[in-house]
């Protein structure tokens, strides 16, 4: 039988009772929400029975619409109506207004670390938008299972940076949803065709959606993918496929290619309809007849086969191509050494994709599965397994760290404690020491990235352990640990083994940055400009300091015999008190104590110069000294 | 007549019931639901009820009904561990037929 865990007093669940969890691929053209029932992972459909919700959302002063209205509403309100939103998530203004094609929508001038667009309900973010779009889903979910979610495994971009997935979470978190784990979307697809029962074993996931293209190689070890690399275009899709096939229309329409400027976004909207129609014909078939209807006149019938269809996508196949064998090079595999090519997005449908795909490769590539769905599918299963629907030996850990994450030590160097693609959870320790004698507290750094040194990675947090026992450098021991646990919630503590003095710190949430941390990181920026500066007006004081105190040694060396006893001592006592100044953190001080020595040095530097004049002067009339003045 | 608890299983409960920071012992019994007609209750006992016969194993007090008797009498509580996994597990030999993952079950 299976291991109870106590309840409280009249909570005992009900044998079966599942907990409800669900997966979601939050697409940039559509969404999708999938979930387990009765051990099969199914798509949930919306009460009209659509699957795919389009990722578009308008918002106006009194409602937000989501879906198919909100896509309808681009054309009349296209700054207030947003469109492939995930690709503003974690970006900067900077990154977001270079995009291409410009962004129809307003930007908040005053917050350039987290882009906030205009809308009649005020300013919104992406991750707010993304909201929008997982809360109907969220809905959609409830009511078809019947009952509250425990939690979501949303998926991403394998490519997702850390910010990208902090906002990814931060967007489930506003539409109330848990998130049991990001999934990167190829990992989803990989383990809806269940290749994570294999041993081990090299995946391409090639991903043609509607307006992008992701090519990744996975590699599965012991039950966990890790990508080792990624690639694609981000302005290559189905959609490109319409709008060949739809050029080729108006060149053999009787309004003529010319004419395909001056259509309205109305007759725009046919057209690629049109072209969407032929193409989605001829997966079937091998030839398909069609006419398109423009300005109340038909303006072309006729018939295309799947050939010349083919001819259109070639050059687009070809581009996809080059993406999935820059991505092998990367990976450093060749095409041959792939076990499995997965297909997903709706345009893989396509049988040339196919057909291309499968010679590239070598192999039958896999398309059993819906390709829209299988991310959301794979996503679904994973869910099953966090929300503990699943037994120990069927539980898969997919997660592994994007980047190493490690601690900055003395000449600004990064440590590594827990190394990239470190499968989560994880706990890894480490020990420190003082690097100075009698220091009593250290100072930790946590840093995220693959660099050598401090000022090129990430800067994740900052603490301090204090309270350390006054000691000789280097024989305290201070042990760092570093713990990620199942959510990413990386928690680093350090602890000093001879007083158990410990200090910890919760880089929230997950080792990535929130909105917040972004924001932060901006202003800390500022804040560390004017450390650096100080550090610099140190450096140059120290600097200046030695140059005075090397002065004076040499002329003290040299002329020891003007020194009286009266400034002697006067003079060797603000000399050491300069020396000290320079070992210390105060500049204001260093320039102090400069002053004060050369004040000290007055009377003897004056007779120095006396000595030097009346040297120079010596032996020479008065006469003789007008005359070379007047020269 | 007796409902048992392993010493592993009292140990576990104590510390649960301490961390929880009330309740009086672990009530066990059964109810009426299930594929395969009856399922455990496992839940913490915050009083005793008039009807209640109550056991004890280890110094951990275990609290069942007559008709959770009827159906668990001879039972011994087991902690176990299944892989990642850690729980109370009821091994009752009153049990006739169980479905198959034996949260429900027929005596």
Aim: net charge negative; glycine share 8%; charged share 25%.
């Amino acid at each position: 039988m299976s291991l109870m865990q106590i309840s409280e007093p009249g909570q005992t669940l009900a044998p079966h009772a599942r907990r409800l969890a669900v997966g979601i691929d939050l697409g940039t053209t559509n969404s999708l929400v999938a979930s387990v029932i009765n051990g099969v992972a199914e798509c949930l459909p919306d009460v009209v029975g659509a699957l795919l919700l389009p990722s578009a959302v308008h918002i106006a002063a009194d409602k937000i619409e989501v879906g198919e209205d909100a896509k309808a509403r681009s054309a009349l309100d296209p700054e207030h109506t947003f469109i492939s939103i995930k690709r503003l998530m974690g970006r900067g203004l900077d990154d977001v207004q270079q995009m291409k094609p410009a962004l129809p929508y307003r930007f908040d001038p005053h917050e350039p670390a987290v882009p906030r667009m205009h809308t009649p309900q005020g300013w919104m973010s992406a991750v707010e938008i993304s909201a929008e779009i997982l809360k109907p889903l969220k809905v959609r979910a409830e009511e078809r299972l019947g009952g509250e979610l425990v939690g979501a495994v949303i998926t991403v971009p394998a490519y997702f940076d850390d910010a990208q997935r902090q906002a990814t979470r931060d967007a489930a978190r506003l539409a109330g949803l848990h998130v049991l784990r990001l999934l990167n979307e190829p990992t989803a697809a990989a383990l809806a065709y269940g290749l994570d029962t294999h041993a081990t074993g090299l995946i391409a996931v090639y991903d043609l959606g509607g307006g992008t293209f992701d090519i990744s190689i996975l590699r599965l070890r012991q039950g966990v993918f890790e990508v080792i690399a990624t690639g694609g275009d981000t302005q290559l899709g189905g959609d490109d496929f319409d709008h060949a096939l739809a050029l080729w229309l108006m060149e053999r329409s009787s309004l003529g290619t010319a004419a395909n400027e001056m259509l309205s976004a109305g007759e725009q909207r046919h057209l690629s309809r049109t072209a969407c129609a032929i193409k989605e014909a001829l997966t079937g078939n091998e030839q398909t007849c069609a006419r398109l209807d423009l300005r109340g006149e038909t303006v072309w019938s006729g018939c295309l086969t799947r050939n010349e269809f083919n001819t259109l996508a070639d050059p687009l196949i070809e581009r996809t191509l080059t993406a999935c064998a820059q991505a092998l090079k990367d990976a450093g595999i060749a095409a041959s050494e792939i076990q499995d090519v997965v297909m997903v997005g709706g345009a893989t449908r396509v049988p040339r994709v196919r057909e291309r795909v499968s010679a590239f490769f070598g192999r039958e590539v896999l398309t059993d599965i819906d390709p829209d769905k299988v991310v959301a599918l794979g996503a679904a299963l994973q869910a099953d397994v966090l929300a503990g629907n699943k037994s120990a030996d069927e539980m898969v850990l997919l997660d592994v760290t994007p980047l190493s994450l490690g601690l900055e030590t003395m000449g600004g160097l990064v440590e590594t404690i827990i190394p990239r693609n470190t499968t989560l959870p994880v706990a890894r320790a480490q020990e420190f020491t003082t690097f100075k004698d009698g220091q009593t507290a250290i100072s930790l750094h946590i840093v995220q990235g693959e660099r050598d040194s401090v000022e090129h990675n990430r800067s994740l947090a900052r603490f301090s352990l204090r309270g350390i026992p006054a000691m000789v450098a280097g024989a305290a021991r201070v042990r760092v640990t570093f713990q990620i646990d199942a959510d990413g919630l990386l928690t680093v503590s350090a602890q000093e083994k001879i007083t158990g003095t410990h200090s910890e710190i919760q880089v929230k949430p997950s080792y990535g940055l929130s909105e917040e941390n972004v924001e932060q990181m901006l202003r800390s920026a500022f804040d560390h400009a004017s450390d650096d500066v100080h550090a610099r007006r140190l450096r140059e004081a120290r600097v200046e300091g030695a140059r005075s105190l090397e002065a004076i040694d040499s002329a003290m060396a040299s002329d020891a015999a003007l020194l009286t006893e009266i400034d002697r001592p006067i003079l060797l006592a603000a000399r050491a008190l300069l020396d000290q100044a320079i070992q210390g953190e105060d500049t204001q001080a260093i320039h102090e104590a400069v002053e004060h020595l050369e004040n000290a040095a007055l009377p003897f530097i004056q007779r120095r110069m006396n000595q030097a004049v009346s040297r120079a002067l010596a032996g020479h009339s008065v006469d003789e000294m007008a005359a070379q003045m007047q020269r | 007549m007796s409902i048992t608890l392993s010493e592993k299983a009292a140990n576990y409960v104590r510390d649960y019931l301490s961390r929880r920071g009330k309740g009086v012992g672990l009530r066990v019994g059964v109810k009426t639901s299930g594929c395969s007609g009856l399922s455990y209750v496992l839940e913490y006992a915050d009083e005793f009820k008039p009807e209640d016969i109550i056991f004890e194993s280890f110094g951990v007090k275990v609290v069942t009904d007559p008709k959770g008797l009827l159906h668990l009498d001879g039972s011994e509580l087991d902690l176990v561990r299944e892989g990642l996994n850690l729980g109370l597990k009821f091994n009752n030999p009153n049990v006739k037929d169980a479905c198959g993952c034996g949260e429900s079950f027929t005596v």
